[in-house]
């Protein structure tokens, strides 16, 4: 048994705790948490180490990385949406092998190191997703699914052939590219089969402007620079914004998850809350393609399921998710606790995790970060906020990392 201690600590699920501890059993989970004087009373043979001016929090959970482009070259940050997809087309063809799997495993101790105890990523590569390191975060994997004709569907569906996971991973779904990649076919037999195997559907829905221009009109930059630069033919307009074709369709629910979901007028954030269908937000890639910022405060409002995600390396910049929690903040006007609480339980919400991750509470993994405290406020929540760098990374009570 251990304690893990500190001048504040944030189970997240509960009221922050001056001078609080987490006890954490031999087995990796938590026991209780609570004032560092009263657990060493409780359990006076446990191990105690204190975090010296340092705040203790839930790991983080990542919602959305695509950890396979995390060792491509970067793209200038002032590219237009469909110029900066035309780009990762082009560096996933000139990449070797070797790169997207480096990217794998690179990008995930990468976020452990950030304080992330579990990532939903999404792979293209074949057998990618063998290659999340053993010793690194938990991850649910997602297989990308490209099929803008319902003839390709079948094929994209069953190649490559889901790979053994390492035992770092599990199977979370599939993730329907987006409603300018994928026809509805494609999203109804992903969501079937996602479904069947108990996992979710993600899918990338209303980023950008041209997602919706090209949804209603089959026209705009996606018609014209996407599907002109490329030899493949587009999927039918729908004359629907994407998301009433997917609610029209039934592929919104509270197992498929929405990614971006940037350019929404208020019903469309009503059908996202009344269908139960999660939304992940990604502030800092949203801010660096130029296709707006989310209504993450009306998101929020509406009862909406919500985590956050850092998107790609090759969209945020690098894969710090605490920089999107602050941006969250900044941009949407959320609360420093509705931030912390997205990168952490509300994630754990979204990917089905919660009772296991997302908080410190007894009976969960004891999944815990250190960071460090600069701020002497009064508000725990404003404090944990603006800490500053990772100090330790705990993953089921064993410190993984620490700087
Ligand atoms: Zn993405």
Wanted: aromatic share 6%.
């Amino acid at each position: 048994m251990k304690l893990i201690a500190a001048p504040l600590l944030l189970p997240v699920a509960a009221p922050p705790i001056r001078d609080g501890a987490a006890l954490v059993g031999d087995d990796g989970l938590i026991l209780a948490v609570g004032p560092l004087r009263e657990l060493t009373r409780t359990a006076p043979e446990a191990s105690t180490t204190f975090h010296e001016d340092s705040v203790i929090l839930p790991a983080l959970i990542n919602c959305h990385t695509h950890l396979e482009l995390s060792s491509l070259p970067p793209i200038a940050c002032d590219s237009l949406f469909v110029e900066w997809i035309l780009e990762v087309v082009r560096r996933k063809r000139s990449a070797a092998p070797e790169d997207f799997l480096r990217g794998i495993k690179n990008g995930a101790l990468e976020c452990l190191r950030l304080g992330q105890g579990v990532l939903a990523d999404v792979t293209s590569v074949e057998g990618a997703e063998r290659h999340y390191p053993e010793e690194g975060p938990l991850v649910a994997h997602f297989r990308e699914l490209i099929a803008p004709s319902p003839e390709g569907v079948e094929m994209a569906l069953e190649r490559p052939k889901d790979g053994a996971l390492p035992k770092s991973a599990y199977y979370g779904g599939l993730f329907a590219h987006a409603p300018y990649t994928v026809c509805l076919e494609g999203y109804e037999k992903a969501l079937g089969k996602a479904l069947q195997k108990g996992g979710r559907l993600y899918t990338h829905l209303a980023e950008s402007l041209d997602e919706v221009e090209f949804a209603l009109t089959g026209g705009g930059p996606i018609a014209e620079e996407l599907y002109g630069n490329i030899p493949v033919n587009p999927p039918a307009a729908t004359g629907l914004h994407p998301v009433d074709w997917l609610a029209r369709n039934n592929i919104l629910g509270e197992n498929t998850v929405a990614v971006h979901a940037v350019n929404l007028l208020s019903r469309h954030i009503e059908i996202l809350a009344k269908t139960r269908t999660s939304v992940v937000l990604c502030p800092r890639s949203n801010e660096n393609l130029g296709v707006g910022a989310a209504r993450g405060r009306a998101i929020l409002d509406a009862g909406i399921r919500v985590g956050l995600g850092t998107d790609s390396l090759l969209s945020a910049g690098d894969l710090d998710l605490w920089k999107d929690l602050l941006l969250a903040i900044d941009r949407y006007g959320w609360s420093p606790a509705e931030a912390i609480f997205a990168a952490t339980l509300g994630g754990a919400g979204v990917l089905g995790l919660l009772g296991e991750r997302g908080a410190l509470k007894a009976g969960m993994k004891a999944d815990i970060i250190v960071r460090g405290l600069v701020a002497k406020g009064t508000d725990p929540w404003e404090m944990a906020a603006a800490s500053q760098g990772t100090r330790a990374v705990y993953l089921s009570g064993r410190e993984t990392c620490s700087a």
